[in-house]
């Protein structure tokens, strides 16, 4: 099993900039990809972004490329995720999530999530 907890979560005004967490306990985490995922009102949970732990190959959704940037800290067993130039539909709760079978694009495929957090964007 991995807990997985994401924090970092806020206000700010379009143009700012966030930087979110996600610790992971319960394992080592050199067999498993980590992704990003969102979630806004109404809508499905999207893929953000990827990062498999050991080679730090990652992927990126359209809508986020050029303004995100996903990353790991192995020492912390954390995984970040920087956020530039937020718009105000990247407002949603934000969920990172872990597998053991690689990037995937489809929240289905992963098995460990953790709780979300709430990033609000003001226009």
């Known amino acids: 099993q991995v807990q997985l907890v994401e924090s970092g979560g806020g206000l700010v005004q379009a143009g700012g900039s966030l930087r979110l967490s996600c610790a992971a306990s319960?394992?080592?985490?050199?067999?498993?990809?980590m992704g990003w995922f969102r979630q806004a009102p109404g809508k499905e949970r999207e893929f953000v972004a990827g990062i498999v732990w050991s080679s730090v190959v990652t992927e990126y959704a359209d809508s986020v490329k050029g303004r995100f940037t996903i990353s790991r800290d192995a020492a912390k067993n954390t995984m970040y995720l920087q956020m530039n130039s937020l718009k105000f539909e990247d407002t949603a709760v934000y969920y990172c999530a872990a597998n053991t079978i690689g990037i995937r694009t489809t929240p289905g495929q992963y098995a460990f999530w953790g709780q979300g957090t709430q990033v609000t964007v003001s226009s």
């Open positions: 319960g394992r080592t985490l050199n067999r498993y990809a």
